[in-house]
């Protein structure tokens, strides 16, 4: 009895995003339906640029890199936010929420070094064409994807290991639907400067380094493609980079929002809100982004459709 007291007191209680019962349910289903889709949405586009023939580019490969993100990072939220929506204590551990939120920041820090990865592979097809399957091959795709994980993952340390160490003086209750650092910290009772001094050059590093070179890069790019003669050429590639652009502003603009302001002991809704923006909006609005502005996706989901009701048919 004791152990159990003592586990109770050391869970921290989510507040989440209602605390109408009529509301939590309409909030479940909602949720549930995007969760689907965002699974749906995504295998879809790994399913296809992994069997499409047409799609066994470095391009493809890293939207596949994407995808599979995408899948991750609503699959450390989500799940956890509907059985709470279930259930009467939101309560969770010390421990799953250190888990929770080291996953969740992992995985975003990984997403936005991989965005930047996106832009430069863009930049270099667009701007040294000549140059292009030299500079981007298969062997260099997996060396870049596996070193973006590796350093999504190395990255978020620093974050987590010094939120961990700050005193909430018997704070348990979380103004949020999931342990994420910018909540943790406002736990805090302790002068807290150093720590956020800390968390702040990694958001720079992490955050305003890669969306600064990828804005510096598609300069580059508008520039090199409006000295393309033909305007079907430029039409191709500002489809296939407007695709990248828009979910780039979607995510670093949400994940800015978050992480680069300074940190209050009281976080409002708008804070939450923009949390769902980058954690569960975003992973779905991906695959419409890319399939409904890229011919070369739409004719390969067609195909993989046919390819699939000619099996149902035998």
């Not at 340390?157 to 342990?179: E, P």
């Not at 305007?231 to 994940?255: E, W």
């Amino acid at each position: 009895m004791n152990l159990k007291n003592e586990t109770e007191a050391n869970d921290f209680i989510l507040l989440g995003l209602s605390d109408d019962a009529y509301t939590q349910i309409i909030l479940f289903v909602t949720f549930l339906i995007i969760y689907m889709l965002i699974l749906i949405g995504n295998c879809l586009i790994i399913t296809v640029t992994i069997t499409d023939n047409n799609l066994q580019t470095p391009m493809y490969f890293f939207l596949t890199n994407l995808a599979f993100l995408d899948i991750c990072s609503s699959t450390s939220t989500v799940p956890r936010m509907l059985k709470d929506f279930m259930s009467i204590k939101k309560a969770i551990s010390f421990g799953e929420c250190a888990a929770q939120m080291y996953i969740s920041l992992s995985l975003g820090e990984t997403e936005c070094i991989l965005l930047a990865i996106m832009g430069y592979d863009r930049y270099i097809a667009i701007c040294y064409p000549l140059h292009y399957t030299a500079i981007i091959n298969r062997t260099s795709c997996i060396r870049i994807a596996a070193g973006t994980w590796i350093c999504g993952f190395l990255l978020s340390i620093a974050h987590v290991a010094l939120t961990l160490k700050i005193d909430l003086c018997g704070h348990k209750k979380i103004n949020h639907f999931m342990c994420e650092v910018p909540e943790i910290i406002s736990l805090g009772c302790e002068n807290i400067m150093i720590i956020e001094f800390v968390i702040f050059i990694v958001g720079v590093i992490i955050l305003l380094i890669p969306v600064t070179f990828i804005v510096t890069t598609y300069i580059k790019i508008i520039i090199a493609i409006l000295k393309i003669a033909s305007s079907a050429g430029q039409q191709k590639a500002f489809s296939t980079c407007g695709s990248h652009m828009i979910v780039v502003a979607l995510f670093y603009g949400s994940a800015i929002a978050a992480y680069m302001k300074p940190h209050s002991k009281s976080l409002s809704d708008t804070d939450k809100m923009i949390a769902l923006f980058y954690f569960i909006i975003t992973p779905m609005l991906n695959p419409l982004i890319f399939t409904l502005r890229n011919k070369e996706v739409k004719t390969a989901l067609r195909k993989f459709r046919l390819k699939k009701m000619r099996c149902l048919q035998f």
